[in-house]
């Protein structure tokens, strides 16, 4: 079955209920995994144990950009390819991106305060996560406003294109700038910086947070499927009692 | 050229008379900017620092509060649909309003601006870098605001979702623009070291403005 059988909106339905199970399941397989590993890792000689809010921290880092980079093909294909499930991929992500991206900034924040000495500071890789956080709550405001879906689709989708440019500035910042944050230990030319006992739970981590993401977002999209339906079934019913 | 000259002229027309966004665009700026040392307190030295923060932030205020009626008002006795209508491409169109948008209410407040600047203690050399990064800058926060003005143009009260979007689009700029005020009077950071960035997000913001705003328009009023 190709991508473009997915296009129905009863097939996907149909992929949903059979998928979202098992993906569930294989997440949660994956969280008990990992955060096995996670406990049996060692504490950092410098951070202690509070180096394990990593665990929780970047993969909310990385899949609060995923979501955005999610919206923005889902964007395209609103506005290019016309692709009939791409505004209800956009309008699913969202929230669950905009709560990834929320989940990085609090950890952070808690795991600042007993390493940098503070629960914020306005250097380049904080500042620009908190405008990828603000984006997300306006492209969300544009779904909630505008009353027609799929004018909100194609408002959010321009929005969506327009807030890509602050991906790569979140992920240069730490190269751009002098900051407080740390520079790139993981995804860098070179290989990664930090050492395997750290490293393999925090990638298990990520796997079974990623899970959790397209679980949601697929939960998510058959939400708004249906939700769609009802709407629809509203107006009849209303225009036929009129 | 006739059919962009006619709109811009027709355009600042509409925001010099009552109820255009000129005038109380400027007001508005005086106001805030009035409204600052009431709540720092009149330690002058406090405020000469603060000055160029305090006067850009109302300087992106004010350019919001324009930007509100920009395609709402065209929209709402129809010209907007003759100008899709139109021969002229949308993009050039929906630029040439933003140039009008500046040039009645971007320009005033950089007149303004030193001026007013002088309440908060502000001469010299700071009050020309300010004006000059306010001269740089304010096309940018006119042209990154048509992007929200055409997304919220057939909202009801797209007011406050139209500052919600283009807030945080202006961020870079503001950070820039205050950077290379500051900059001017002290610090380690040279004058143009912002400034040219400053300039370049102007530039970028000129073009992909008015192709965003323009594709906002056609998605929103088909």
């Keep these: 079955m190709a991508i473009a059988d997915l296009a129905n909106p009863a097939r996907f339905l149909a992929f949903a209920d059979r998928t979202i199970p098992w993906l569930g399941g294989v997440a949660v397989i994956a969280f008990a995994?990992?955060?096995?590993?996670?406990?049996l890792a060692p504490d950092d000689y410098q951070q202690g144990a509070t180096v394990k809010i990593m665990f929780l921290h970047v993969p909310g880092a990385w899949l609060g950009m995923l979501g955005w980079g999610v919206m923005?093909?889902?964007?395209?294909g609103t506005l290019v390819w016309r692709h009939p499930l791409a505004d209800v991929t956009a309008k699913a992500t969202a929230p669950i991106g905009a709560a990834f991206t929320l989940m990085c900034l609090v950890t952070g924040s808690l795991w600042g305060r007993p390493t940098w000495g503070t629960y914020w500071v306005w250097d380049a890789r904080l500042t620009s996560v908190l405008l990828l956080f603000l984006l997300y709550l306006g492209v969300i405001a544009v779904w909630r406003t505008v009353e027609d879906p799929s004018r909100a689709a194609r408002a959010a989708a321009i929005l969506t294109l327009v807030g890509a440019i602050d991906l790569?500035?979140?992920?240069?910042?730490v190269e751009w700038w002098n900051?407080?944050?740390q520079p790139a230990s993981v995804m860098r030319m070179g290989g990664s910086t930090i050492d395997k006992s750290i490293l393999i739970p925090l990638l298990i981590m990520t796997v079974a947070f990623t899970l959790t993401f397209a679980t949601l977002v697929l939960a998510a999209m058959r939400n708004e499927i249906l939700r769609r339906r009802v709407r629809t079934l509203r107006l009849i019913q209303a225009s036929a009692a009129s | 050229m006739k059919p962009l000259a006619a709109i811009l002229f027709r355009d600042m027309r509409i925001a010099v008379r009552v109820g255009g966004g000129a005038l109380m665009g400027v007001l508005f700026f005086v106001v805030v900017v009035t409204l600052v040392p009431f709540a720092l307190g009149p330690d002058l030295a406090l405020l000469k620092r603060v000055g160029p923060a305090i006067l850009w932030l109302a300087a992106l205020l004010a350019s919001l509060l324009a930007l509100d009626r920009l395609f709402a008002a065209d929209h709402d006795d129809g010209s907007l649909d003759l100008i899709l209508m139109g021969r002229a491409p949308l993009e050039i169109v929906v630029a040439t309003k933003g140039l009008a948008h500046w040039l009645s209410t971007g320009l005033p407040l950089v007149i303004a601006a030193p001026l007013i600047g002088l309440s908060l203690n502000l001469d010299g050399p700071a009050a020309a870098a300010l004006v000059l990064t306010l001269l740089v800058g304010t096309p940018a926060l006119t042209f990154i605001g048509l992007i929200g003005a055409a997304i919220a143009v057939t909202?009801?009260?797209?007011?406050l979702l139209l500052a919600v979007l283009v807030l945080p689009l202006c961020v870079p700029v503001l950070i820039f623009g205050v950077a290379a005020a500051n900059a001017a009077v002290g610090g380690t950071v040279p004058f143009g070291t912002p400034f040219t960035i400053l300039c370049a997000l102007t530039l970028a913001s000129l073009v992909v403005g008015p192709f965003a705003a323009a594709a906002a328009l056609r998605q929103e009023m088909e």
């Design chain 1, 33 to 39: 995994f990992g955060i096995n590993q996670a406990m």
């Design chain 1, 72 to 76: 923005t093909v889902a964007a395209l």
């Design chain 1, 168 to 173: 790569p500035i979140i992920k240069f910042s």
């Design chain 1, 179 to 181: 900051t407080l944050h």
């Design chain 2, 155 to 159: 909202l009801r009260r797209g007011g």
